[in-house]
């Protein structure tokens, strides 16, 4: 199973908006509206921001948002705060009871 | 609150076997299936294995199939992951995290324990 590939890094300035692609295949992405997306700061566990492609599990800041398609799922961040800057990673269920990540993208504020 | 709390890393020789535990507390953990993922040293996280909340199906990527083995005790709200004939790319940080649905997402995530494989 390959990764999911996602841009190496974006960047925005406070206030602004920036969206991460993760493109896959139809045998993950494009087959299954389970994508998730994880925010990573350094040294520190994953944590889900977007759950099923577009659900924001409780505590998450509205200003995340996730959406997809095809073979392709984004993560957008509006209204960029210096604590969103972080390394985001993209996961997809990919059939038989397996995952996939993507190759994460470090998100930079400006 | 939920604390998912990994052990057992360490630095092993190649060919070597080691074994991970994650203990769980704060959640009704014989509800979940659990997984454990990876994260080599600057690199990506990769999902690695599955174990439905009763222990009667385990899943592996295909990177890990017949070295590695998941399992856990709903007693002692513990899982483990056995790691047999260790090589050098198992080089990572491991973390436990508990699933949401089937087909799912990850929750929770332990603070992850170091495995480094070295001679």
């Known amino acids: 199973q390959s990764a999911l590939t996602q841009p190496p890094s974006a960047s925005g300035s406070p206030g602004q908006s920036v969206t991460i692609s993760c493109t896959g295949t139809n045998s993950d992405v494009g087959g299954y509206n389970y994508v998730s997306w994880y925010q990573q700061h350094p040294g520190k566990a994953p944590k889900v921001m977007i759950y099923e492609v577009s659900k924001r599990p409780s505590g998450v800041p509205d200003r995340f948002s996730g959406s997809k398609s095809g073979d392709t799922a984004s993560l957008t961040v509006s209204g960029l705060q210096a604590e969103d800057e972080a390394d985001y990673y993209c996961?997809?269920?990919?059939?038989?009871?397996?995952?996939?990540f993507g190759t994460g993208t470090k998100v930079t504020v400006l | 609150q939920v604390q998912l709390v990994e052990s057992g890393g360490g630095v092993v020789q190649p060919g070597r076997s080691l074994r991970l535990s994650c203990a769980a507390s704060?959640?009704?953990?014989?509800?979940?299936?659990m997984d454990w993922v990876r994260q080599a040293p600057g690199k990506g996280l990769e999902w690695v294995a599955l174990i439905w909340y009763d222990g009667s199906n385990k899943y592996y990527a295909d990177s890990v199939k017949g070295r590695f083995t998941i399992s856990r005790d709903n007693s002692k709200n513990t899982l483990y992951l056995q790691m047999n004939s260790l090589r050098a790319e198992d080089t990572a940080v491991y973390y436990c995290a508990s699933q949401r649905g089937d087909p799912g997402y990850f929750d929770y995530w332990g603070q992850g324990t170091l495995v480094t494989v070295s001679s």
């Open positions: 996961s997809s269920y990919a059939g038989s009871n397996n995952y996939v």
């Open positions: 704060g959640l009704t953990f014989r509800n979940y299936g």
